[in-house]
């Protein structure tokens, strides 16, 4: 038959509590948080174990302080716990994902949600930080560097795609690999262009398709290719390519030719 019994203690300052066992377990002293804080409590009083019915969990006294107990209610799962102020205790705003290896922490921890981690299940060699950022990789996808929100977000197969800026390569898709994106937007629309470097807001390729291609320059579209001119060109006879520069908006077209 379950049975309960009471053990007085008592702790300095003349402050006491009852300790109740209760069939196989045992109550400890409950206090509210300001009761528990409230204590007058020496060196001499270390061990002194207390339950905190404001915070739900419980505390033990070291002789200097108080600490919480690991795994007492202070957290739930996924959240990481950390020490605050000698209290163990975790927060629905930083949590750890153990089948994705991905750490997020909370909007009203930082402006805007954040994302970190490797991008998907089974990637390999990948780094991702920002919401969505690389959130559609595959396990082929590898050596990939997404920072920004949406960065690389439908990358699924790429591989040594670099990209700093949110929604940067957000639109790149299967075939795309070794592109260089800097800048918010930048190589937003590139889709399966490779070997591309891209600096500047929206700084974008000729195509969605374009590889080999060099854009500087916020919207301005400075283009250089070491492909072919563009069939819309009639470029001068030898020229393996051409620099695509805008001067007070009007695009002209430089022809390139082979040293």
């Known amino acids: 038959m379950p049975f309960a019994s009471l053990l007085q203690t008592s702790v300095a300052g003349g402050n006491s509590n009852a300790l109740a066992l209760q069939g196989d377990g045992v109550f400890l002293p409950k206090l509210n948080t300001a009761s528990r804080t409230g204590l007058t409590l020496t060196a001499s009083d270390s061990g002194l174990m207390v339950f905190d019915t404001t915070l739900g969990n419980q505390f033990i006294w070291t002789g200097s302080g108080w600490e919480s107990i690991p795994s007492s209610g202070d957290t739930s799962n996924t959240q990481v716990v950390f020490n605050n102020n000698g209290v163990l205790e975790g927060s629905p705003n930083l949590t750890f994902d153990p089948s994705t290896s991905k750490l997020t922490v909370g909007s009203d921890v930082l402006a ?65 690999s070794d592109n260089v994106a800097v800048g918010y937007l930048a190589g937003s629309t590139v889709s399966s262009g490779s070997s591309n470097i891209l600096l500047g807001r929206s700084a974008a390729t000729e195509t ?52």
């Open 112 to 176: 805007g949600s954040v994302t970190l981690g490797k991008g998907g299940s089974s990637v390999s060699s990948n780094t991702a930080i920002g919401v969505s950022a690389l959130v559609s990789a595959s396990a082929t996808a590898s050596s990939n560097t997404a920072v920004g929100a949406s960065s690389q977000m439908f990358n699924f197969t790429g591989v040594g795609n670099t990209s700093l800026g949110r929604q940067t390569l957000s639109s790149l898709l299967f075939s795309g």
């Open 208 to 259: 969605a398709a374009s590889s080999n291609q060099i854009c500087i320059g916020s919207t301005s579209y400075w283009v250089g290719t070491n492909g072919s001119p563009s069939t819309w060109w009639a470029g001068a006879s030898g020229a393996i390519g051409y620099w695509r520069v805008i001067i007070n908006g009007i695009p002209v077209k430089i022809p390139v030719y082979a040293d």
